[in-house]
């Protein structure tokens, strides 16, 4: 099952190039009026195209998807009760809509013996268009439908996920129809609905047991479709174990086994009715009803509200089984698919490609509905902030590593708005790793910088649940905060600034900022774990430092202006506070930062000496370190000119080596700002610290807790 996993990904990349192959064999084809097509049985068919006369005996919707409401008109014959017969919602939703489709002749059902070669020979169609699972019961009539000059064309859906052959059936309807723009729409659109979620779904380690049932006992095995389909959605279908296609699992067997999932397949009259025109309550009483059997109360599905119904639609050989991969993702990994909205999905697909309108019942869950919970949360503003939570529409002005640190992959797609003006400017390596990592992430709206750019106008119009901003941005945001505010759209405050030496204050500060992070997204449990994981990269230090016999002199200039240093309510005067050091600029900048008088720097003559950089220097933006850095050369080439300085070789920290670069991302905002701590602990008292591996720490916070992998260059010293 992993390797059939792996190879939709790969098809998935293979099948736009497939489809491209495709319109390319229908232009020849229309400009000579004759094609010559491979159908999915490997069959070299001739055929006049675009076809006026068709029948057709399954796959009807996926037809009408490429051709419209005038390819319904070229029906001249079809297996009606594929739909009647079957479907019966979907034929009345269709029924209401196109009356006459009812004087349609029907050639018969080839499932059910009843397909009449003679009666198809008699309307005369250009083409017959039939699944290749029907195959095996038309060889007959096959026969006698070549010999009249009737060409067939045979498509397969029946292969779950798969966008190999679901894309190539596609674009052979476009052939035919004369439509392969439209239907390499379908194709494009198909692959958008599948391939995020396989992707997340290879992330899966826990695999729930699930009992997929038809109708009473019948269930589906490891060779057949269906049961396919759970394992592709990351479960465990325990009818693999016995039973090879389909056939009736026994009844003590499910109550050994204790399936921790249940998904019934409905339709009307049929499980659970669901479809078109059916009423959620009469679906979910009927769901009540069907786990009435002899113990499954203590099944786990059943104790934990597990127990769900489908439309048989999704999971028989259609291109829109994408709503089933999704519906079937978020039922078995509900904490890694909350955002999936499969009713949205398949409401989506009927605008786009369907002639008639969304309507009815199409799954239903014993869970119960959960009520919007409306809470109150203090930022760390102090400001008291109404929010209905768990949100699901995200825009975000700061923060982006810890939010996703919090959230997962799952909470970078509640994004609708971002300041990606901030990492353009200020932070171009992690914006690359994002955007390399996630496409998507260029496209979203850029509200801009709170001070500098921000557009309050497009947050409006975005309408999220949350706005959340880091704490420094307050000041700048007053009339903005009143609009939104007025507007009913709540904001909160985070801050990862360390603003003292006080360790307590510190761990408070990042404690509660993580906390609410996983308050908003519903992740209180993940933000704990990284809470602690915090404390202790920080205690790890600072309980070491109060054994250090002396505080080495240290200070820390900026890349991006000449005698620029951090001073007393500077972040870099904290850590190394922290880390048993001594911040000789203290004592003339009493502020954050400010120059200082290069006669004074060398009369102190420091023992250390770091370098800040965000990757802006005097000449200009280079990137010199960071995410996307895969070598320290061009960060120690800018240490060598940064030390180029009057008198700069007589002080110590040159002498000896001790001069440093960090990036200045590591060091305030985000809690992996414990990474600094660490460089400058290490810097100031080596053999204290010998044992003290900051890129180690660095690389197991992204393992464990970021969506994205560890790479880049973060500090390096002038030598080694």
């Known amino acids: 099952m992993v390797r059939q996993r792996y190879f939709a990904l790969i098809v998935l990349v293979l099948a736009i190039a497939l489809a491209g192959c495709a319109q390319k064999e229908a232009s020849s084809a229309e400009n000579a009026g004759m094609a010559t097509i491979t159908d999915l049985m490997g069959r070299e068919v001739h055929v006049k195209v675009p076809v006026e006369r068709v029948v057709i005996t399954f796959n ?28 019966p919602t979907v034929w009345n939703a269709y029924l209401q809509k196109y009356p006459w489709i009812d004087e349609i002749p029907d050639v018969g059902y080839p499932w059910k013996g009843t397909f009449s070669a003679e009666k198809v020979i008699e309307l005369k169609p250009d083409v017959v268009i039939m699944s290749k699972d029907q195959y095996k019961y038309v060889k007959e009539d096959l026969e006698k439908l070549e010999k009249a000059g009737i060409p067939v064309v045979f498509i397969d859906y029946y292969e779950p996920f798969n966008v190999t052959t679901h894309s190539k059936s596609t674009m052979l309807l476009g052939i035919l129809l004369g439509k392969e723009k439209r239907a390499k ?4 659109y198909y692959k958008s609905q599948v391939d995020e979620v396989l992707k997340r779904l290879k992330k899966v380690e826990d695999r729930p047991k699930v009992l997929l049932l038809g109708k009473g006992w019948t269930t589906y095995g490891r060779d057949h479709y269906r049961g396919k389909m759970i394992e592709f959605a990351g479960g465990e279908n325990i009818a693999a174990k016995v039973v090879e296609k389909s056939g009736e699992i026994s009844p003590e067997y499910v109550l050994e086994e204790n399936p921790d999932v249940v998904i019934f397949i409905g339709k009307k009259g049929w499980n659970v009715d669901l479809g078109y025109g059916i009423e959620r309550e009469k679906a979910e009483e009927m769901l009540r009803e069907l786990i009435n059997r002899p113990g499954w109360e203590n099944l786990n599905a059943v104790k934990n509200g597990r127990v769900y119904a489908i439309h048989i639609y999704f999971v028989h050989g259609h291109i829109y089984d994408f709503v089933a991969l999704q519906y079937f993702a978020k039922w078995l990994h509900p904490e890694l698919f909350s955002d999936l909205d499969p009713e949205k999905s398949w409401e989506e697909f009927h605008e786009k490609f369907l002639p008639v309108k969304y309507s009815g019942t199409w799954a239903v869950s014993l869970e119960s509905p959960k009520a919007e919970r409306v809470i109150k949360v ?34 970078l797609n509640k994004l609708v708005g971002l300041n990606s003006w901030r990492y353009k400017k200020y932070r171009p390596d992690w914006w690359q790793g994002w955007i390399e990592n996630y496409p998507w992430l260029a496209e979203l709206p850029d509200v801009g910088q709170p001070g500098k750019t921000f557009e309050v106008e497009q ?22 905060l009143k609009r939104l505010e007025k507007a009913g759209i ?40 990284l809470v602690q994981f915090f404390r202790e990269q920080v205690s790890s230090v600072v ?26 309510e500077g972040m870099y005067n904290h850590w190394i506070d922290m880390a048993g050091g001594r911040n000789i600029a203290a004592e003339v900048v009493s502020g954050a930062s400010g120059d200082v008088n290069p006669e004074f720097v060398l009369e102190q003559n420091p023992d250390v000496i770091v370098f800040t950089c965000n990757n802006n220097f005097p000449s200009g933006q280079r990137v010199a370190i960071g995410y996307t850095v895969d070598s320290d050369a061009e960060a120690k080439a800018a240490l060598r000119e940064l030390i180029n300085r009057p008198g700069w070789e007589n002080l110590n920290a040159v ?28 810097w100031l008292h080596p053999e204290l610290f010998g044992n003290l591996n900051p890129e180690g720490s660095l690389k197991e916070f992204y393992e464990r807790f970021m969506p994205l992998p560890y790479r880049g260059v973060w500090a390096t010293s002038i030598g080694g």
Request: hydrophobic residues 40%; aromatic residues 10%.
């Open 60 to 87: 009807v919707e996926e037809y009408v998807a490429v051709g419209g409401e005038d390819a319904l008109k070229k029906v001249v014959g079809w297996s009606k009760y594929y739909w009647e017969g079957r479907r």
């Open 185 to 188: 729409e379908l194709v494009e």
């Open 378 to 411: 203090t930022d760390l503003a102090g400001r008291t902030v109404e929010v209905k939570v768990p949100v699901s529409r995200v825009v975000l002005l700061y923060g982006l590593e810890d939010y996703a640190a919090v959230g997962g992959e799952e909470a």
């Open 459 to 480: 947050v409006l119009k975005l309408n999220p649940d949350v706005v959340i901003a880091d704490r420094s941005m307050l000041k700048y945001m007053d009339e903005d």
């Open 490 to 529: 709540p904001v909160v405050f985070t801050d990862y600034f360390p603003h003292s030496s006080n360790v307590t204050e510190l761990f408070d500060e990042v404690n509660r900022s993580t906390m609410l992070l996983g308050t908003l997204l519903g992740k209180e449990e993940r933000a704990r774990e």
């Open 543 to 568: 309980e070491k430092a109060q054994d250090a016999e002396n505080r080495p002199k240290a200070i820390v200039f900026a890349t991006w202006s000449e005698w620029r240093a951090y001073g007393k």
């Open 655 to 682: 002498k000896n080596g001790r001069v440093y670069i960090v990036h200045h991302g590591l060091s305030h905002g985000h809690i992996f700002e414990f990474a600094c701590l660490q460089y400058i602990a290490k």
